[in-house]
T-cell receptor
Framework: AQSVTQPDIHITVSEGASLELRCNYS??????LFWYVQSPGQGLQLLLK??????LVQGIKGFEAEFKRSQSSFNLRKPSVHWSDAAEYFC?????????????FGTGTRLKVLA | KAGVTQTPRYLIKTRGQQVTLSCSPI?????VSWYQQTPGQGLQFLFE???????NKGNFPGRFSGRQFSNSRSEMNVSTLELGDSALYLC???????????FGPGTRLTVT
């Protein structure tokens, strides 16, 4: 069965420090991969997506992610975190199932940024 | 283009009642998915509708149902509410077959 794992429930970094959020997936083929961000009480906003091609994907707000097929990973990175990046981050997989696509979300990583 | 809209934004109901939530997708999007988000269970997929037909269904009891209209607007209904149904219900629309999902702000349902 398809699954998405975000091993870090909480991460705390200082403002200006670099950030890496981990995401591992289980799927038989190459899935569509997404990272979303959610601020408190809000819906999810797409940061970036990978469908095919270049395995290093650039997104909004200075985020990037790298698809590594051999490790079944799609980790999110940012070189310098801003206080406004404090939020919850979700990795998601779009996987084909019986001719349609299902979206499976990880459990999320809550990011805290220290001033 | 206007984003995904959900109404109402907040709702308080008592146990045993039923509730209907509404979602209007982005213009031109024919796929609408519903998710339940709770602190304990995270984001859980409820169901997806495409062209008025339910295409996928998550692992929720039959008390949870939905429908989609010809203009792609969707509603979800929860009957015989339980305390555990308190959650943020998110709606997302997308272009098929597997385009990115655009999420609405959610409806916060509180069951007392």
């Amino acid at each position: 069965a398809q699954s998405v794992t975000q091993p870090d429930i909480h991460i705390t970094v200082s403002e200006g420090a670099s950030l890496e959020l981990r995401c591992n997936y289980s799927y038989g083929a190459t899935p569509y991969l997404f990272w979303y961000v959610q601020s408190p009480g809000q819906g999810l906003q797409l940061l970036l997506k990978y469908f095919s091609g270049d395995t290093l994907v650039q997104g909004i707000k200075g985020f990037e992610a790298e698809f590594k097929r051999s490790q079944s990973s799609f980790n999110l990175r940012k070189p310098s975190v801003h206080w406004s990046d404090a939020a919850e981050y979700f990795c998601a997989v779009g996987a084909e199932s019986s001719g349609t696509y299902k979206y499976i979300f990880g459990t999320g990583t809550r990011l805290k940024v220290l001033a | 283009k206007a984003g995904v809209t959900q109404t109402p934004r907040y709702l308080i109901k008592t146990r045993g009642q039923q509730v209907t939530l509404s979602c209007s997708p982005i213009s031109g999007h024919r796929s609408v998915s519903w998710y339940q988000q709770t602190p304990g269970q995270g984001l859980q997929f409820l169901f997806e509708y495409f062209s008025e037909t339910q295409r996928n269904k998550g692992n929720f009891p039959g008390r949870f149902s939905g429908r989609q209209f010809s203009n792609s607007r969707s509603e979800m209904n929860v009957s015989t509410l339980e305390l555990g149904d308190s959650a943020l219900y998110l709606c997302a629309s997308s272009l098929p077959p597997a385009g990115q999902q655009y999420f609405g702000p959610g409806t916060r349902l509180t069951v007392t």
